[in-house]
């Protein structure tokens, strides 16, 4: 319908002119009408589309009412809404029911506005009314529809949306099913990204899906996507899109339903295990086994039946299984085969035929098929044991020789397979033990028969020597050991396990034991013993510990009285006094760690230690002995080294200072080395790490070394027995690190220093920093540079054999030594770099070593020449006067020997240390 708008001139222009009024008013399918501003809006004229529209003539309308003719139900609502309307904005709209003449009632839609005259008054109201009765219906029709649609998509398990036919696909419908699938009321997805919902990896397959719906004219297959849900999770859904089009032909809205197969994707995917499994058991068994119907034929079999009786598939499909089995067994295999089609599950032996004609023994089972509890053919699961049954033969021959020899050995002796249980005993063995031979049969006694250890201790619980001997796989031999008979009393034994081996293949071992019950006064004459010296550690403890309280009052007191003393003698004496009871102190404290470790009541507590921390803590303690010594003390650390181990902290510590304490102690000249370094390691489960401590000092006779850990002992030496002590100190430190889980040991030569060192075990889990390849490898530990402090040195040498080994001493003492090949090569390095000491080769081509050593002293004349060690094959007093004419200040023969390098780098070093300030 077409609205007729016109202006207030051209209303009256047409008013003047009835011919053209009435053109214009009969032109329109609308009736357009006047009307009195009054109460009963009065019909003052109308167009001849009244009589069409209503069934009235226009004549018949003129003078009545026009709110009469409106639908009672209307009337009301619609004069009130005029009313208001046209006071308002002059403008009024309404849809109401009107009166038809014949009685019927049809939709119209009218459109009223004032006329003004002149003078801007209301003069009359023009109604332009159009029938809408056909688009009521179809707005009636589409609130049906609408209605039913949400009818479906309220009450669906489904979820139905409708989006945006854009990139995004907005969302502008989202059905009720949102809430129970995926936690989202309906208005939290209005107006969101659609594929903002979708599983990142599977929002590619989604757009190409869309496009794949508008490509294709016929409906595509649903696409399956995981969508996500309120709470975070996905739900797999199955989704099918259709697309509207607007009058152009154009995408409008995108219609979705999602389906959850959260479920069905699982039992899918079970489904396929179950499939593959069953696959992978059929298949792949080593085992032959094949599927036989119902009537006795074979419908398929594995791999490993094919193997066995050397037929293929397709060679016995279809086929009986009668040809295969051996005459004398068919009854047999009938039987068997006819209880297995009732539902009973059978197992037996038979004999069957190779394709080539041999005989094969078998061990068969006969398991029914089912399919909805009912019975539909037979699996047989067939296993080779000819070869078995021909070693049991062999077994049955030789028990009679077995028996005979088992019965003859006074020794017990009893075999167990890899699971403990007893597979044969002689009478000796049974007789000492106690167990009546077939009681002992096939049974597990292996706990009850180890028990203890000879020191009477009790054995870990599935953990005694015969049992790790069994699972390991080796041998053992235990010189003592307690053993239990069946009445639970115990007997002192020696007894050996031997892993027995058939094919190849560990299948038990045989345990052989002797009773040594005579030797029980040994062991409690030993028990006493370290009873004995248990009760003198735990005495030595407590005395110990009582002694300290005194002692702590002591020293407490002595600090105290030295704010009272007045005179610097009173002070001298005091002095001696705190002197002396420190050194008590100290004495006391080593025979409580001492007695306490005696006594096993030493506790290491384990905590993160850096070990950076750990040796600067060490260094600092001893700062100031060793700058009164005029010594050095150094540190080095093994870069592949973690930043931290787990170790007692407080242990590492006492055991460290002790060690440095006796090395600062023990040495006049050089100094001191302090390093950590990472041990090669076979067990990749494991890493080691070994401390060490390395002097210049006096040295240690071989001959006393095997004294240095003992308690209570001292090395015996004047020169050690002037620093006293109580020769604990190192007795300490081994019990510590052997608590610890690590080992101890010293290097060390008369008059050539001394390396004590220690290595810890630890737990390769707990330091994943270090790469399990680097615990493999052997590794040559990192020396420091300062042995005997920081030297530069240079080698002149032209024989290769005698360049590796000078070098390689000079390397293992921490030096980089550089090389060069002749005396003039010599020269010239040290004209281009300063050395401290020079080994040089005497007899060397183009420039032998003392032609060379005159150049370097002439050269160096006005500025600090190194130190230079003729090398030299000759050792006469003519060649040494020559060596010490040209230049050079000491000399070492060949063949070279490791002591005569270190004695030059010991003497030269603490030399060039004392003259540093003249050599600049």
């Given at each position: 319908m077409s609205e007729v708008t016109i202006s207030t001139e051209e209303y009256e222009r047409l008013l003047s002119n009835e011919k053209h009024y009435h053109n214009i008013i009969n032109y329109s399918n609308d009736l357009i009408s006047r009307h009195r501003i009054d109460k009963g809006s009065t019909y003052i004229s109308m167009s001849n589309v009244a009589y069409e529209m209503m069934g009235y003539l226009p004549e018949e309308l003129k003078g009545t009412s026009g709110f009469s003719y409106i639908h009672p139900d209307d009337v009301e609502q619609v004069i009130e809404h005029i009313n208001m309307s046209l006071i308002i904005s002059h403008y009024a709209t309404a849809a109401y029911r009107i009166l038809r003449k014949d009685g019927s009632y049809f939709w119209a839609e009218s459109v009223c506005r004032y006329v003004y005259d002149e003078y801007g008054k209301e003069i009359e109201v023009l109604a332009v009314t159009r029938d809408i009765t056909e688009r009521k219906l179809i707005e009636e029709q589409l609130q049906q529809n609408e209605w039913q649609m949400r009818l479906i998509t309220n009450h669906t398990s489904d979820f139905i949306s409708r989006?945006?036919?854009?990139?995004?696909?907005?969302?502008?419908?989202?059905?009720?099913?949102?809430?129970?699938?995926?936690?989202?009321?309906?208005?939290?997805?209005?107006?969101?990204?659609?594929?903002?919902?979708?599983?990142?990896?599977?929002?590619?397959?989604?757009?190409?899906?869309?496009?794949s719906v508008q490509q294709v004219q016929v409906d595509p297959e649903a696409v399956i996507f995981r969508f996500r849900r309120k709470d975070g999770t996905y739900m797999w859904s199955e989704t099918t899109c259709r697309y509207t089009y607007t009058d152009q032909g154009e995408f409008e809205y995108v219609v979705a339903v999602s389906r959850d197969i959260t479920e069905r994707r699982e039992q899918e995917k079970r489904m396929r295990e179950s499939e593959s499994r069953y696959k992978s058991l059929f298949e792949h068994n080593p085992i032959g086994i094949n599927a036989l119907s119902m009537d006795g034929t074979y419908l398929s079999m594995n791999k490993s039946m094919e193997e066995l009786l050397g037929y293929t598939n397709e060679?016995?499909?279809?086929?009986?299984?009668?040809?295969?089995?051996?005459?004398?067994?068919?009854?047999?295999?009938?039987?068997?085969?006819?209880?297995?089609?009732?539902?009973?599950?059978?197992?037996?032996e038979i004999r069957t035929f190779h394709k080539d004609g041999h005989i094969i023994e078998v061990h068969v089972t006969n398991v029914p098929i089912y399919v909805e509890n009912e019975v539909v053919g037979v699996y047989g699961i067939i296993n080779d044991i000819t070869e078995r049954n021909h070693y049991l033969?062999?077994?049955?021959?030789?028990?009679?020789?077995?028996e005979l020899i088992l019965n003859s050995v006074s020794e017990g002796i009893f075999g167990v397979d890899l699971e403990g249980n007893t597979t044969f005993i002689n009478p000796a063995g049974s007789a000492m033990l106690g167990y009546d031979v077939d009681a002992m049969m096939n049974e597990y006694h292996l706990k009850q028969i180890e028990q203890s250890e000879p020191d009477g201790s009790p054995s870990l619980a599935g953990d005694t020597p015969i049992l790790r001997s069994l699972s390991d796989g080796q041998p053992l031999y235990r010189e003592e050991a307690v053993l239990w008979r069946q009445d639970n009393s115990s007997f002192l034994a020696s007894y050996r396990v031997t892993p027995i081996i058939d094919n190849g293949e560990r299948v038990g071992a045989v345990i052989v034991f002797q009773d040594r019950t005579e030797e029980n006064e040994v062991i409690r004459a030993r028990e006493v013993a370290e009873q004995a010296d248990r009760a003198k550690s735990e005495f030595?403890?407590?005395?110990?510990?009582?002694?300290?309280?005194?002692?702590?009052?002591?020293?407490?007191?002595?600090?105290?009285?030295?704010?009272?003393?007045?005179?610097?003698?009173?002070?001298?004496?005091?002095?001696?006094?705190?002197?002396?009871?420190?050194?008590?102190?100290?004495?006391?404290?080593?025979?409580?760690?001492?007695?306490?470790?005696?006594?096993?009541?030493?506790?290491?507590?384990?905590?993160?230690?850096?070990?950076?921390?750990?040796?600067?803590?060490?260094?600092?303690?001893?700062?100031?002995?060793?700058?009164?010594?005029?010594?050095?003390?150094?540190t080095h650390i093994d870069p592949r080294l973690p930043s931290y181990l787990i170790g007692d902290e407080d242990r590492l510590r006492q055991v460290l200072i002790n060690l440095v304490g006796n090395a600062v102690k023990f040495t006049d000249n050089g100094g001191v080395l302090i390093s950590a370094h990472l041990k090669p390691q076979n067990n990749a489960q494991s890493i080691v790490i070994e401390f060490s401590v390395q002097d210049t000092g006096h040295g240690i006779p071989e001959d006393q070394q095997a004294k240095l850990f003992q308690p209570f002992s001292q090395i015996g030496t004047a020169t050690n027995r002037r620093y006293g002590g109580t020769g604990l100190g190192l007795s300490i430190c081994k019990k510590i690190i052997e608590l610890m889980g690590g080992s101890i040991r010293v290097e060390s030569n008369s008059n050539r220093g001394a390396t004590f060192a220690f290595t810890l075990t630890l737990n390769a889990a707990d330091y994943p920093e270090i790469p399990a390849a680097e615990q493999l490898l052997p590794v040559t530990p990192s020396v420091p540079s300062s042995l005997y402090g920081p030297l530069r040195i240079l080698v002149a040498e032209d024989n290769a054999t005698n360049q590796k080994v000078l070098l390689t001493i000079l390397s293992k003492r921490g030096y980089q030594a550089d090389l060069v090949e002749n005396g003039a090569a010599a020269v010239e390095a040290t004209n281009r770099k300063s050395y401290d000491l020079v080994f040089m080769d005497v007899n060397m081509p183009i420039m032998d070593g003392l032609e060379a050593t005159r150049r370097i002293r002439q050269q160096h004349r006005h500025k600090p020449t190194p130190i230079i060690v003729a090398v030299t094959a000759f050792a006469r007093k003519e060649e040494q006067l020559l060596c010490m004419e040209s230049g050079m200040q000491d000399f070492v023969s060949k063949p070279l020997r490791i002591t005569d390098i270190e004695a030059q780098l010991e003497k030269w070093s603490e030399y060039i240390r004392n003259h540093a300030n003249d050599r600049k």
């Amino acid at each position: 319908m077409s609205e007729v708008t016109i202006s207030t001139e051209e209303y009256e222009r047409l008013l003047s002119n009835e011919k053209h009024y009435h053109n214009i008013i009969n032109y329109s399918n609308d009736l357009i009408s006047r009307h009195r501003i009054d109460k009963g809006s009065t019909y003052i004229s109308m167009s001849n589309v009244a009589y069409e529209m209503m069934g009235y003539l226009p004549e018949e309308l003129k003078g009545t009412s026009g709110f009469s003719y409106i639908h009672p139900d209307d009337v009301e609502q619609v004069i009130e809404h005029i009313n208001m309307s046209l006071i308002i904005s002059h403008y009024a709209t309404a849809a109401y029911r009107i009166l038809r003449k014949d009685g019927s009632y049809f939709w119209a839609e009218s459109v009223c506005r004032y006329v003004y005259d002149e003078y801007g008054k209301e003069i009359e109201v023009l109604a332009v009314t159009r029938d809408i009765t056909e688009r009521k219906l179809i707005e009636e029709q589409l609130q049906q529809n609408e209605w039913q649609m949400r009818l479906i998509t309220n009450h669906t398990s489904d979820f139905i949306s409708r989006h945006k036919a854009s990139d995004n696909l907005e969302y502008l419908y989202a059905s009720p099913a949102c809430k129970t699938l995926l936690g989202y009321e309906p208005e939290e997805m209005l107006g969101k990204d659609g594929l903002s919902y979708v599983h990142e990896e599977d929002v590619e397959k989604v757009r190409d899906y869309l496009i794949s719906v508008q490509q294709v004219q016929v409906d595509p297959e649903a696409v399956i996507f995981r969508f996500r849900r309120k709470d975070g999770t996905y739900m797999w859904s199955e989704t099918t899109c259709r697309y509207t089009y607007t009058d152009q032909g154009e995408f409008e809205y995108v219609v979705a339903v999602s389906r959850d197969i959260t479920e069905r994707r699982e039992q899918e995917k079970r489904m396929r295990e179950s499939e593959s499994r069953y696959k992978s058991l059929f298949e792949h068994n080593p085992i032959g086994i094949n599927a036989l119907s119902m009537d006795g034929t074979y419908l398929s079999m594995n791999k490993s039946m094919e193997e066995l009786l050397g037929y293929t598939n397709e060679d016995l499909r279809n086929k009986p299984f009668e040809p295969v089995a051996h005459p004398d067994d068919l009854a047999k295999t009938n039987y068997h085969f006819e209880l297995a089609k009732k539902g009973e599950t059978q197992t037996y032996e038979i004999r069957t035929f190779h394709k080539d004609g041999h005989i094969i023994e078998v061990h068969v089972t006969n398991v029914p098929i089912y399919v909805e509890n009912e019975v539909v053919g037979v699996y047989g699961i067939i296993n080779d044991i000819t070869e078995r049954n021909h070693y049991l033969a062999k077994i049955k021959n030789l028990s009679n020789q077995q028996e005979l020899i088992l019965n003859s050995v006074s020794e017990g002796i009893f075999g167990v397979d890899l699971e403990g249980n007893t597979t044969f005993i002689n009478p000796a063995g049974s007789a000492m033990l106690g167990y009546d031979v077939d009681a002992m049969m096939n049974e597990y006694h292996l706990k009850q028969i180890e028990q203890s250890e000879p020191d009477g201790s009790p054995s870990l619980a599935g953990d005694t020597p015969i049992l790790r001997s069994l699972s390991d796989g080796q041998p053992l031999y235990r010189e003592e050991a307690v053993l239990w008979r069946q009445d639970n009393s115990s007997f002192l034994a020696s007894y050996r396990v031997t892993p027995i081996i058939d094919n190849g293949e560990r299948v038990g071992a045989v345990i052989v034991f002797q009773d040594r019950t005579e030797e029980n006064e040994v062991i409690r004459a030993r028990e006493v013993a370290e009873q004995a010296d248990r009760a003198k550690s735990e005495f030595l403890a407590i005395i110990s510990h009582e002694l300290r309280t005194p002692m702590n009052g002591m020293i407490g007191m002595i600090e105290l009285l030295f704010d009272t003393l007045e005179t610097q003698e009173q002070r001298e004496y005091a002095e001696i006094i705190m002197d002396s009871n420190n050194a008590l102190l100290k004495i006391l404290n080593e025979l409580l760690d001492f007695s306490k470790i005696e006594a096993g009541r030493m506790e290491l507590e384990y905590s993160e230690v850096s070990i950076q921390h750990l040796l600067d803590q060490v260094t600092d303690i001893f700062a100031m002995p060793v700058q009164e010594k005029k010594l050095f003390i150094n540190t080095h650390i093994d870069p592949r080294l973690p930043s931290y181990l787990i170790g007692d902290e407080d242990r590492l510590r006492q055991v460290l200072i002790n060690l440095v304490g006796n090395a600062v102690k023990f040495t006049d000249n050089g100094g001191v080395l302090i390093s950590a370094h990472l041990k090669p390691q076979n067990n990749a489960q494991s890493i080691v790490i070994e401390f060490s401590v390395q002097d210049t000092g006096h040295g240690i006779p071989e001959d006393q070394q095997a004294k240095l850990f003992q308690p209570f002992s001292q090395i015996g030496t004047a020169t050690n027995r002037r620093y006293g002590g109580t020769g604990l100190g190192l007795s300490i430190c081994k019990k510590i690190i052997e608590l610890m889980g690590g080992s101890i040991r010293v290097e060390s030569n008369s008059n050539r220093g001394a390396t004590f060192a220690f290595t810890l075990t630890l737990n390769a889990a707990d330091y994943p920093e270090i790469p399990a390849a680097e615990q493999l490898l052997p590794v040559t530990p990192s020396v420091p540079s300062s042995l005997y402090g920081p030297l530069r040195i240079l080698v002149a040498e032209d024989n290769a054999t005698n360049q590796k080994v000078l070098l390689t001493i000079l390397s293992k003492r921490g030096y980089q030594a550089d090389l060069v090949e002749n005396g003039a090569a010599a020269v010239e390095a040290t004209n281009r770099k300063s050395y401290d000491l020079v080994f040089m080769d005497v007899n060397m081509p183009i420039m032998d070593g003392l032609e060379a050593t005159r150049r370097i002293r002439q050269q160096h004349r006005h500025k600090p020449t190194p130190i230079i060690v003729a090398v030299t094959a000759f050792a006469r007093k003519e060649e040494q006067l020559l060596c010490m004419e040209s230049g050079m200040q000491d000399f070492v023969s060949k063949p070279l020997r490791i002591t005569d390098i270190e004695a030059q780098l010991e003497k030269w070093s603490e030399y060039i240390r004392n003259h540093a300030n003249d050599r600049k």
